[in-house]
């Protein structure tokens, strides 16, 4: 088995593949220093994660929140040839776990999953429930690999 790792620095690239991407996983301490692990969707903004979390699921009252945590987007592929049988990229966003309360950019922040994930229900459609709060991802450092090999 052979195996290739590419450090990727180019921020245009890497920025284009996180806005491409769906969902990731959001990685988060809890005040037992468990780590709590969550998939979700997000939205990338100012070099920032935003997700939504639900303040009633047991593990949201347990968040160390002003603590670090970090967003892992991966993506794989098949490759058809001999030499590289699969190519899998790798972006994590490592940061600072805050809750947003800056109603300007809770309201941003929903348009802007409408448009990505709703875009056929209209502004005035579009409902988040009660129980999901905005949370940033505040980005200290982005890191992007790929990994090749057969």
């Known amino acids: 088995m ?3 790792q590419i450090i990727i620095r ?3 690239e890497i920025e284009k593949d996180i806005n491409d ?3 990731g996983v959001a990685s988060m301490f809890l005040e037992t220093d468990k780590i709590y692990q969550v998939p979700t969707n997000f939205i990338y903004l100012d070099k920032n994660i935003f997700i939504y ?3 009633n699921e047991e593990a949201f009252e347990n968040i160390k929140f002003n ?4 967003f892992s987007i991966v993506k794989s592929e098949k ?3 001999k030499e590289i049988t699969y190519r899998l990229k790798c972006i994590t966003i490592n940061g600072e776990i805050r ?3 800056e109603q300007k950019v809770i ?3 929903k348009e802007l999953y409408r448009t990505k994930y709703s875009s056929r229900i209209s502004t005035e459609d579009y409902e988040v429930p009660e129980n999901l709060i905005v949370c940033i991802i505040d980005t200290s450092e982005i890191k992007a690999l790929i990994e090749e090999g057969n």
């Open 2 to 4: 052979q195996r290739n």
């Open 10 to 12: 180019d921020i245009k």
């Open 21 to 23: 991407a769906l969902a």
């Open 53 to 55: 979390l639900d303040k």
């Open 67 to 70: 603590s670090p945590a970090s």
């Open 79 to 81: 490759q058809g040839g």
């Open 99 to 101: 809750i947003v309360d």
């Open 107 to 109: 309201d941003q922040i």
